[in-house]
């Protein structure tokens, strides 16, 4: 599942980010493969805002969209 398809409250740990280049931005953001993450907010043709370790990080639709994340049921 991608960031992007997660739905507000929803936890999931990311497992794979896509793009090599994407990947450096979400490292800039203390993302990685092995975060957990939660989605707080999805803006519609915007920013998706996620919870990681307390801290609330607001990323672009093009970079959510390469992060797989596995969800927690």
Known sequence: ???????R??????IFIENARLQRDAMRFGLGA????ECIELLPA????LRR?????????????CIQ?????
């Open 1 to 7: 599942m991608l960031v992007t398809e997660m739905r």
């Open 9 to 14: 409250g929803q936890t999931g740990v990311i």
């Open 34 to 37: 092995g975060q957990k993450v």
């Open 46 to 49: 915007g920013p998706v805002v």
């Open 53 to 65: 370790n307390h801290q609330e990080l607001a990323i672009g639709r093009e970079l959510a969209s």
């Open 69 to 73: 994340i596995k969800c927690n049921q």
